[in-house]
């Protein structure tokens, strides 16, 4: 059975499920994982994971390194010869790097060993970064270097094709969703308005949060039975928290923190609406396809969202949910009541969405693909 090595710098931080989904649902392949720091290993186990260690402290050598011969990091912190070291030990047919960034960082050695390499982008790893000195030329070199280049979403395969990449190596590489854990549930609407909204996502400026807090507000003002969870956590918690209390939402507003993924589904089993109101932030941090959004429709769950990033590969404007434009907070109210008001079709869009989902997504036919590229990369 041919091996990849999986490369991931953190394995695993809590929003990388989609990370662990793919290196547990490999059948054609064995894998390890490399990582520099195992993070939350009972949340994602795995069993065979070799951690990086740090290269003896060398003073003089990086100093020298750094800064008289100007090497990238992977030379002047030793990494290069550590991992030299560990496939001598450890064999692989090739290696798949996790994140544009952690490419860049590895592309001398990316071009010195004698084995194939792919990346995979996922959404923020695709920003240009002029403040680092060289990293935009180094990116644009990655591109070059390695025979193929994945990519979670149309929207940022077309991105790669800007940059540079050349478009025969692009990939669409979809993180699937394993069906089985979030199984389709016909909820009843409510007669009173209680109507349950439901979002979940890292609590960061690229999900739209404050967009869908003001939208819910007005929603709320002639439905003050309706609720609003946020799972998830963040840096813009307290923000957020704040928000909801100076629109007068703050009892009708729940940040439930960090959910597990039985708590997820039965949250999802318990709303009606999924909102993902996603934007474009000033540095072009955007989404590839969020996967809580392809869990709760999993369940389901219609979606009302924006016209981002991936978005509308995954949302059919008006057939699995309704779509506005970013940062319109009274878009995305009209789209509440117009979803609201028709609680038939919701039933039909929620039915639609567990269907298209299903048919686009499904992790065993994704992992199907993946492995076909390593076969592509790996000339097997």
Same mark, same amino acid.
């Given at each position: 059975?041919?091996?990849?090595?999986?490369?991931?710098?953190?394995?695993?931080?809590?929003?990388?499920?989609?990370?662990?989904?793919?290196?547990?649902?490999?059948?054609?392949?064995?894998?390890?994982?490399?990582?520099?720091?195992?993070?939350?290993?009972?949340?994602?186990?795995?069993?065979?994971?070799?951690?990086?260690?740090?290269?003896?402290?060398?003073?003089?050598?990086?100093?020298?390194?750094?800064?008289?011969?100007?090497?990238?990091?992977?030379?002047?912190?030793?990494?290069?010869?550590?991992?030299?070291?560990?496939?001598?030990?450890?064999?692989?047919?090739?290696?798949?790097?996790?994140?544009?960034?952690?490419?860049?960082?590895?592309?001398?050695?990316?071009?010195?060993?004698?084995?194939?390499?792919?990346?995979?982008?996922?959404?923020?790893?695709?920003?240009?970064?002029?403040?680092?000195?060289?990293?935009?030329?180094?990116?644009?070199?990655?591109?070059?270097?390695?025979?193929?280049?994945?990519?979670?979403?149309?929207?940022?395969?077309?991105?790669?094709?800007?940059?540079?990449?050349?478009?025969?190596?692009?990939?669409?590489?979809?993180?699937?969703?394993?069906?089985?854990?979030?199984?389709?549930?016909?909820?009843?609407?409510?007669?009173?308005?209680?109507?349950?909204?439901?979002?979940?996502?890292?609590?960061?400026?690229?999900?739209?949060?404050?967009?869908?807090?003001?939208?819910?507000?007005?929603?709320?003002?002639?439905?003050?039975?309706?609720?609003?969870?946020?799972?998830? &956590?963040? +840096?813009?918690?307290?923000?957020?928290?704040?928000? @909801?209390?100076?629109?007068? $939402?703050? !009892?009708?507003? /729940?940040? %439930?923190?960090?959910?597990?993924?039985?708590?997820?589904?039965?949250?999802?089993?318990?709303?009606?609406?999924?909102?993902?109101?996603?934007?474009?932030?000033?540095?072009?941090?955007?989404?590839?396809?969020?996967?809580?959004?392809?869990?709760?429709?999993?369940?389901?769950?219609?979606?009302?969202?924006?016209?981002?990033?991936?978005?509308?590969?995954?949302?059919?404007?008006?057939?699995?949910?309704?779509?506005?434009?970013?940062?319109?907070?009274?878009?995305?109210?009209?789209?509440?009541?117009?979803?609201? &008001?028709? +609680?038939?079709?919701?039933?039909?869009?929620?039915? @639609?969405?567990?269907?298209? $989902?299903? !048919?686009?997504? /499904?992790? %065993?036919?994704?992992?199907?693909?993946?492995?076909?590229?390593?076969?592509?990369?790996?000339?097997?």
């Amino acid at each position: 059975m041919p091996i990849v090595a999986s490369y991931c710098t953190t394995f695993l931080k809590p929003e990388m499920l989609h990370i662990h989904r793919q290196v547990t649902g490999l059948q054609r392949y064995q894998t390890f994982v490399l990582t520099k720091e195992r993070q939350n290993a009972e949340k994602f186990p795995f069993p065979d994971i070799e951690i990086i260690p740090k290269a003896r402290k060398n003073f003089l050598k990086r100093f020298y390194l750094k800064y008289i011969r100007r090497l990238p990091a992977v030379y002047y912190r030793g990494e290069l010869q550590v991992l030299i070291k560990i496939f001598r030990r450890r064999p692989a047919d090739l290696m798949h790097v996790y994140f544009g960034h952690t490419g860049v960082h590895l592309l001398p050695f990316i071009k010195e060993w004698e084995k194939p390499a792919v990346v995979s982008f996922h959404g923020a790893d695709i920003m240009p970064r002029p403040e680092q000195a060289g990293y935009d030329a180094q990116f644009h070199e990655l591109l070059q270097v390695v025979p193929l280049v994945l990519a979670r979403s149309h929207s940022l395969c077309a991105r790669l094709k800007e940059l540079g990449c050349p478009p025969e190596k692009i990939r669409l590489n979809r993180t699937g969703v394993p069906l089985e854990d979030y199984p389709f549930k016909q909820r009843p609407m409510p007669a009173d308005g209680a109507w349950r909204f439901v979002q979940a996502c890292r609590l960061i400026p690229k999900k739209g949060l404050a967009t869908a807090l003001r939208a819910f507000a007005s929603f709320h003002r002639d439905n003050p039975k309706a609720r609003f969870v946020i799972a998830g &956590e963040g +840096p813009m918690r307290g923000e957020m928290e704040e928000l @909801a209390n100076a629109l007068g $939402v703050g !009892a009708a507003v /729940e940040f %439930a923190g960090f959910l597990s993924q039985a708590g997820l589904r039965d949250l999802y089993e318990r709303s009606q609406i999924f909102l993902h109101p996603s934007e474009t932030t000033e540095d072009q941090n955007q989404e590839g396809v969020p996967n809580s959004m392809l869990e709760a429709m999993s369940t389901g769950l219609p979606v009302l969202a924006t016209r981002h990033g991936g978005i509308p590969e995954a949302v059919a404007d008006e057939k699995t949910g309704y779509l506005v434009p970013e940062r319109d907070h009274e878009a995305l109210h009209r789209a509440m009541l117009r979803m609201t &008001e028709a +609680p038939d079709y919701l039933y039909i869009m929620g039915q @639609a969405a567990s269907q298209s $989902v299903s !048919a686009e997504f /499904e992790r %065993a036919k994704q992992i199907e693909k993946l492995e076909s590229y390593y076969d592509e990369a790996a000339g097997m």
